[in-house]
């Protein structure tokens, strides 16, 4: 039978950035995908990370920029990329507007498997 997702659940990141995830480990239980909502101010980096998931992102509004080891590249409003599990990289928002982005993760967001640097 279909089900209604009703509200997301918010989960905490570093930096500002609001996660309102709709589906995954958190709101619906599912460990196989997520996908969640975010909102990041102008201006907002997180820590570098080396996921244990892949991340497909679709953004909305604003500009994400994503760090990689061979450089950066951004990502404007209409496009969308493609960051795959064991990658090293870091998303932040270079414009004052901030972003309103989509990511879907397989398998599902999950903080410890998001593998945030430390230092």
């Known amino acids: 039978m279909p089900e209604i997702i009703k509200a997301p659940t918010q989960i905490p990141v570093p930096g500002g950035k609001v996660i ?5 480990r958190v709101n619906s239980g599912d460990a196989a995908v997520s ?3 975010m909102l990041a101010p102008g201006g907002w980096t ?3 990370q080396t996921p244990e998931f892949d991340e497909f992102t679709i953004v909305l509004r604003g500009t994400v920029r994503v ?3 061979a450089g950066h590249f951004d990502v404007e ?3 969308a990329v493609v960051t795959r599990a064991g990658e090293r ?4 928002t270079p414009t004052a507007e901030g972003a309103e982005y989509v990511a879907v993760c397989l398998p599902a967001f999950g903080p410890d498997l998001a593998r ?3 230092a």
């Open 20 to 24: 309102d995830e709709y589906v995954g």
């Open 35 to 37: 996908i969640a909502r």
């Open 46 to 48: 997180e820590p570098f």
């Open 67 to 69: 760090e990689h080891d």
């Open 77 to 79: 409003a209409g496009q």
């Open 89 to 92: 990289v870091r998303y932040t």
């Open 116 to 118: 945030r640097d430390t």
